[in-house]
């Protein structure tokens, strides 16, 4: 089956600590993206990925890091320089960066900052 | 100012009736896409329905469609025949058109509504 997975599905961080969100995509798109929702929030934009060994920044990348090695995979690290990073992580994907691209989204982490 | 804007926080509608949710955007592009997702509990963000700017007919899926008013600039789902299984936070979302400058090809954003609860009571 074609499709997104994250994992993993809740994590527990102690302050000060850098963890690394996994994503993996087997749909052959070459756009992935990572996104952060709060409670009663829509979805921001955090790094994009357009192609391989490339990426940008989105509206909140600060505290953030991220790679792109391998077209199937974007993990995402949440360095102890972000402030506040208990929040629900959610990873995506589409065929390109097109207007008309349908993003695909994966099962998310939940992520908790003790 | 708001690029998408959803006026309800919480719906309610009886099953095997017909909602409407609404959704207003704003841009300056001529091309751009309109896209509603459903979340459930589980928080999964699962497609629904895609409506392009320049599609000259209002999108279908199945019991979704998309009330599309180019000139009020506004993208209403509505659902048909509700289900309990129906019961989600719905987003709707605009992505305008990559553009391609100096420094390379730069992304269509995709940007989030605050999203409407949907209840459907039995």
């Known amino acids: 089956d074609g499709g997104i997975t994250q994992s993993p599905k809740y994590l527990f961080r102690k302050e000060g600590q850098n963890v690394t969100l996994s994503c993996e995509q087997n749909l052959n798109h070459d756009a992935m993206y990572w996104y952060r929702q709060d409670p009663g929030q829509g979805l921001r934009l955090i790094y994009y990925s357009q192609i391989v060994n490339d990426f940008q920044k989105g509206d909140i990348a600060e505290g953030y890091s991220v790679s792109r090695e391998k077209k199937e995979s974007f993990p995402l690290t949440v360095t102890s320089a972000q402030k506040n990073p208990t929040a629900f992580y959610l990873c995506?994907?589409?065929?390109?960066?097109?207007?008309?691209?349908?993003?695909?989204f994966g099962p998310g982490t939940r992520l908790t900052v003790l | 100012a708001q690029k998408i804007t959803q006026t309800q926080p919480g719906m309610f509608v009886q099953e095997k009736e017909a909602v409407t949710l609404d959704c207003t955007y704003d841009t300056s592009d001529p091309s751009y896409g309109l896209f509603w997702y459903k979340q459930p509990s589980s928080g999964e963000m699962i497609f629904l329905i895609y409506q392009g700017s320049y599609d000259q007919q209002n999108a279908t899926e199945g019991r979704y469609s998309l009330n599309f008013q180019k000139a009020r600039k506004s993208a209403n789902l509505v659902i048909s025949a509700s289900q309990l299984g129906d019961s989600a936070m719905y987003f709707c979302a605009m992505r305008e058109a990559s553009r391609v400058g100096a420094g390379g090809t730069s992304y269509g954003k995709l940007t989030f509504g605050q999203g409407t609860i949907l209840t459907v009571h039995p």
């Open positions: 995506a994907s589409s065929t390109t960066s097109g207007s008309t691209d349908t993003q695909y």
